[in-house]
Structures are given as C-alpha cells and as structure tokens.
C-alpha cells in the first residue's frame, strides 16, 4: 500500500473561477489568439508546479473560448467577396417579418419589403444568412424551400457609442452573413422543420381571421411569439406602459409553457416506478419546467443601477469592465441566493433574515430588474406574512424610484411625450402584478412548510401517546396477573398444606414415625412456596411505577424539524400512571408551541426529582426551554391554561420562568399523586 502523502484536490470553485477568468479574458481581447499563441498555452500547462491546476483551467478557458470564435469567423462570409452574387438553394428558418415597401411616393400597396433567416443546403456556405427582399410580391413562408440570387456581405454594425450592436446581435443568433435578394422561385423541397411550418400554420390561420385587425400583431405575439408585426409606436406604448418587457418574453409564453410541462411531468412521471423511486416527481417536475422556461425565446436583459450609472459615466454597454464587473455581481447573487434558499428548507426561525435578505436585493438591483422577483418570492417564505408583504410593497415602490432616476436610454424622449401619472401608473400595475404573483408563490410554499412542521409535531405526539399507554397496560397487566397469581396459587397451596397436616395426624394414630417426619417436612416446604409465591407478589405489587423517558424519546425523535435534547433523572422514570399522563401532555403542548409558534432550532427537556432547593423528597419537576422569538407580551392560551390545570390537580403548578428571548416553562407535582 503506497503510504506516501498526496497532496489535495484544487478546490472545484477556485477552478470555476480560473475557467471563467480565461473566457473573460478572451471576451476582452481585441483579437483572438493565433495558432502558436494556442500551441504556447498548452504547452505551459504541462510541467509540473505549485499552481499548474488553476493556471490549467485558466488555459482551457482561454482556448475554448478562442476556439469558438475562431469556428464563428470561419463561417462568416469573407471581406473580399463582399458584394458578390450568387444563386443559394435553401430553407427558410424563421417567420418572415413583413413591411409595407415604400418608395419615392410613399408605400405600396401590392409591394412589401421581407426580412428572413435562410439555411443554405451548400456546406460551403455559412449555416445562417440574414436576408432582406426589398419591393417583392413573393409568398415566402416558414419553412419552405427557395432557389434565391443573393448579393453577399460581411456583418458589420455601428461603432456609434450607446448604439445597437448589430453585429453581436447576428453572432448570438448564429448569422454568419447578410445578403440582399434580387430575385428567386421556389422550390419542391418540404422537408424538416415541422415545428417551424407548424408556427406558420397558426399564423397564417390568424391573418385570414383577423386581416387588418389592429389587434392581430398583438395576438401573434402571444400565440407564437412573432413581434415583427409591431411597430415603432407600439414599442413606445408597450415602454410607456412598462410592459415592453412581457411581450418580449411572450415569446414561447414562458410561463405557460414551464406551468404545463410541470404538470405533464408531475402526473406521469409516478407511472414509472424505477424513475419515481430514483428522483421524486415534485423534483423531476421542477427541472422539466425550468428547462422547457430556458427553451424560450431569448430577449435581451434590462440595464441594472451598475450598468445604468457606468453608461451615464460615458461608458459603453461593451465595455469589458462592465461585463466583468456585472458577471462577478451575478455569481455572487447565486450564491447568495442559494445560501438563503437552502436556509429555508430547514423549517427554522434563520437569524437576522431581513438582513440578508435585503443584501441580496441590493445585488439583484444592481444586476438587472429581473431578478428581485425572485428576492420576493425567497422573502415570502423566510419572512412572516406581515414582513413578507411590506419588503413586496418596498420593492415597487424601488422599481419606480430607479425607473425615474436611472431611465433607460431609450425611454428619455419619449418618457416627455405622456403626463408622467400616466407613465407611473402603467409601471406600477405591471410590477404590482408581477411581485404579488412573487410574493403569492412564496407565501404558498411557506404554508406548505408550516403544515408539514404541524404533521411532524402532530405524529411525534400520537407515537409517544402510543408509548404511554404501552406502557400503562403494561402496568395493568402487570396488577391482574399478581392477583390471579394470589389468588388461584395462594389458594391451592394453603389447601395442600392443610391436607398435609391432617396425613401428618393420621400418620401419628398409626405411629409411623417415618411417615410423621416425611409429611412433616412436606408441610414445611409447602409453607416455604406459600412464602415464595406471596414474596412475588408483593415484588410485582411494588412495581407499579411508569417510564417517561421511552414516550419523551419517541416524541423527539419525531419532530425533525426541530433538535431536542432529553435531561431524565435515572429516579425520574419512576412515575405513577396518571403523573406520567398529565406530563406527557403538557411537554406535547410545549414542545407544539415551540415549533409551530416560536420556530424554535432547539427544545431542552428536563425532568428532575427532589431533593432539591426547591423540591421535596416526593416532587417531580419538568422544565422545558428553547430558543425560539418568544413572546414580547405573554397572554395565556388554551395550551397554558390546560398545563396549568393538569398541574394543579395534581398538586402542583406551572410557571413561565422565561417569554424572551426564547420561552421556558416549569412544572412540577407530586411524584405519587
């Protein structure tokens, strides 16, 4: 066995972040490396050395990173064939977005202007080319097939400060060209794309119904997630009234589409039972639902108070610094925000909650508006109900506040052209709806983790119920065989004794003195079984004494929600039936205040007998304590008064030593009553 030391494994987070700091890296390159820069960075990772690990994983990083953008400029179309023509025979692989072709006298009527992505069937070519027909009376529909003459380019944007970047925008979509149709016909070729052709189908359906409906841009917004039938000035109505956001993500109708493939998942994945008895279908069907909610279409994301405030410096929204400055916030926010979720699934009080809570926010506001939804939803469930409410009534209220101090850059002009109460009221609704729906949900699964900490309780109480009168007909057993035993044996037994001394008499008439001495010393050992058997007796009389401690453990270990210690005097587990009762129910109705009122993370239970300085030789004293928010002012309800009077048929009392922090209570009685 090789008993040499070896040294430990890099920490798997210090390589993430060596991995992502090798991907920045490359992102803010003005240029990617070339092919000897590549060879050299790998070559560099492979003598040994006291950080080769994390310099590894920095390496990778750099070279995944160079590796795929080298693949994307591969495939874009090359600066020097700009501007040359060539026939492409291919698909269509989005909906068209449809204009009105204008001209030196306005809009023509018969003529429209289509803007398409087009898949060429040629290898050679690049996979996506953005192409725009000017002035064409073609019926270009999703998914077919076209044979089309395109005058080619290279993509380029606008190096204008604060300007679109087209250019990124077309790389994220996988555009390796753009190009301008002169003419083409159609051709034969229907297959693949069913999905596609299938999003077509409705939309076609929806313009034979609507025709010029003003409203049929907004329906198939909804329906298949096409917003090119919207134009400038229902952009600026949708901004106005804040709700630019929600038909951007109407796309696929996230929401929608998460919530069904939730349900399809949760009521079938239990048919299987290998699957079911691997991963639990509540689980399956929340990693179903955020998968099918990434499906969607991608829009892009909001400017937070960082980004904001850095481009009103004079920054750009490319800048690097930016990006790395908002990618770190955003880890940080996950992790956060994964410390506190995992927190809330361990149906305890967590100690300084809102704070933690409000730093989390502050992180998410600094990131992008989206994310404080999801800060109301975790504050619904670690906060109680009142709290909760007031910190999603503070989130509106800092949604507008930043809404008027940090505009978008966008939103400053026509932000003047409506009364600014109109403007108002349009955002508050739409985040008034959208942190209500967040504090809705959160206070759901906050419900549903109070009735699982009440069905904890509500078993452990019914088990060391179950315990207790276990062990009382033991007791019961116990009395009704000592006295059969007294009974029918003691009866018997006096009886033989009796015959025998009246052999003992006969034997003497006859004078038989070995006979006289035999039944002699039978008379003698019958007596000495009688004395026995009412030794016995008495010894099973005397223990007529219940154990707590086997029901107070069976009542710990079901509360898990909770940790309970036991303190039991080994002179205390010696109790009547009915003190062992009556203290049984009232630790159940502390032990129930604790969890379910005060949230207590720990209950000590003690159970003491005299002497003591404040007990008699015959008194049992119980005191339970825990460390839960207490009480600021102490009324008494039905759970207290009934321990109070449980007590004092007894003999004894209760008293509150302590209401906060924490709570404890004492009782005490006499040992025998």
Request: glycine share 8%.
């Amino acid at each position: 066995m090789d008993d040499r030391v070896r040294p430990a494994s890099p920490d798997v987070r210090k390589l993430s972040f060596a991995f992502v700091a090798g991907v920045l890296a490359t992102h803010a390159a003005t240029d990617l490396l070339p092919a000897w820069g590549l060879v050299l960075l790998g070559l560099s990772a492979l003598p040994p050395w006291r950080g080769r690990a994390l310099w590894s994983a920095t390496v990778l990083g750099l070279l995944i990173a160079n590796l795929q953008g080298q693949r994307y400029l591969d495939e874009r179309w090359p600066a020097s064939r700009h501007g040359e023509q060539i026939d492409v025979v291919g698909h269509v692989v989005s909906l068209p977005e449809r204009s009105r072709a204008t001209g030196r006298e306005g809009a023509d009527v018969d003529l429209q202007t289509l803007r398409f992505e087009f898949a060429p069937l040629d290898p050679a070519l690049p996979k996506r080319i953005r192409v725009s027909w000017y002035r064409t009376q073609a019926a270009l529909r999703g998914g077919d097939c076209w044979k089309l003459t395109l005058r080619m380019r290279t993509p380029h944007g606008s190096s204008n400060p604060r300007a679109f970047d087209y250019e990124g925008w077309l790389y994220r979509r996988g555009v390796g060209a753009v190009a301008t149709a002169r003419e083409g016909t159609p051709c034969a070729d229907k297959r693949g794309l069913p999905v596609l052709r299938a999003r077509q189908a409705i939309v076609d359906r929806i313009d034979t119904w609507l025709g010029a409906h003003p409203g049929k841009a907004m329906t198939v917004a909804l329906t298949v997630g096409d917003t090119a039938g919207f134009d400038d000035a229902d952009w600026d109505a949708f901004r106005r009234t804040g709700t630019s956001h929600l038909v951007a993500i109407s796309g696929f109708n996230i929401a929608i589409l998460a919530g069904l493939a939730f349900l399809l998942v949760r009521w079938t994945w239990p048919a299987s039972m290998w699957l079911a008895l691997r991963l639990p279908a509540q689980k399956a069907a929340m990693v179903a639902a955020a998968i099918a909610g990434l499906l969607g279409y991608r829009t892009e994301p909001y400017d937070g108070a960082i980004a904001a405030l850095y481009l009103r410096l004079g920054g750009t929204s490319n800048d690097p610094i930016l990006l790395v400055v908002c990618f770190g916030l955003v880890l940080l926010f996950a992790w956060a925000y994964w410390r506190l979720a995992q927190s809330s699934q361990t149906d305890q009080a967590q100690p300084h909650a809102l704070r933690r809570i409000v730093l989390v926010d502050l992180l998410a506001i600094a990131v992008t508006p989206g994310l404080p939804f999801l800060v109301t939803a975790l504050a619904a469930v670690l906060l109680r109900a009142r709290a909760a409410f007031l910190f999603a009534l503070a989130q509106v209220l800092i949604n507008l506040l930043l809404y008027w101090l940090l505009p978008l850059a966008d939103l400053q002009q026509t932000r003047a052209e409506i009364p600014a109460w109109l403007d108002s009221l349009g955002l508050l609704l739409a985040m008034v709806a959208l942190h209500g729906m967040a504090f809705g949900l959160g206070r759901m699964s906050a419900v549903e983790a109070e009735k699982r900490r009440w069905l904890q309780v509500m078993l452990a109480e019914r088990m060391s119920a179950e315990q207790l009168q276990a062990e009382q007909m033991r007791y019961h057993e116990r009395t009704l065989m000592a006295r059969e035993l007294h009974d029918v044996v003691g009866h018997h037994l006096t009886a033989l004794n009796l015959q025998l001394q009246l052999s003992s008499a006969l034997l003497k008439r006859e004078d038989t003195p070995g006979a006289a001495a035999a039944v002699e010393r039978a008379r003698g050992s019958a007596a000495h079984l009688l004395a026995d058997v009412r030794e016995a007796v008495s010894q099973q009389r005397s223990s007529q004494r219940i154990d707590l401690s086997t029901a107070l453990q069976a009542l710990a270990e079901g509360v898990a929600s909770t940790r309970i210690e036991l303190d039991i005097a080994p002179a205390a587990r010696d109790l009547s039936p009915r003190v062992a009762h009556a203290l049984l129910r009232c630790v159940q109705e502390a032990v129930t205040n604790s969890v379910r009122h005060s949230r207590a993370g720990s209950i000590s239970i003690s159970l003491q007998v005299g002497p003591g300085p404040t007990l008699t030789d015959d008194q049992v004293l119980v005191s339970i304590d825990d460390d839960g928010l207490g009480s600021s002012s102490l009324r008494p309800g039905n759970g207290l008064q009934g321990m109070r009077e449980r007590m004092n048929e007894l003999g004894g009392g209760m008293q509150v030593q302590r209401s906060r922090p924490g709570f404890r209570i004492e009782l005490h009685c006499p040992r025998t009553a």
